[in-house]
Nanobody
Framework: QVQLVESGGGLAQAGGSLNLSCAAS????????MGWYRQVPGKQRELVAT???????SYADSVKDRFTITRDNARNKANLQMNSLKPEDTGVYYC???????????WGQGTQVTVSS
């Protein structure tokens, strides 16, 4: 069983910064991708940023050059540094782990990010 525990998030003003962290525990396959998705009411969950265990990243166009995802593979942790925040970044951010060997997906409990204008 894999568990993802998120921390960080909260309230920020437009132009400010926040940092999200995610720690994975349990039986974790080596080849995987960790990242963040966000969801707002009435919309589907959407990708924000992911990073594979070998460092390949993927970002939503809306966050490129503002958000940076990093990983500590040895500790199974991922961080999302969010700079130059905009009100449209508001949402519930979910940590995600995808294992490539069997394409199992795990989710954290979600953390609220609110950006005021």
């Amino acid at each position: 069983q894999v568990q993802l525990v998120e921390s960080g998030g909260g309230l920020a003003q437009a132009g400010g910064s926040l940092n999200l962290s995610c720690a994975a525990s349990g039986s974790i396959q080596s080849f995987n991708s960790m990242g963040w998705y966000r969801q707002v009411p009435g919309k589907q969950r959407e990708l924000v940023a992911t990073m594979s265990n070998n460092g390949v990243t993927s970002y939503a166009d809306s966050v490129k050059d503002r958000f940076t995802i990093t990983r500590d593979n040895a500790r199974n942790k991922a961080n999302l540094q969010m700079n130059s925040l905009k009100p449209e970044d508001t949402g519930v951010y979910y940590c995600n782990l995808l294992t490539y060997s069997d394409y199992l997906t795990y989710w954290g409990q979600g953390t609220q990010v609110t950006v005021s204008s």
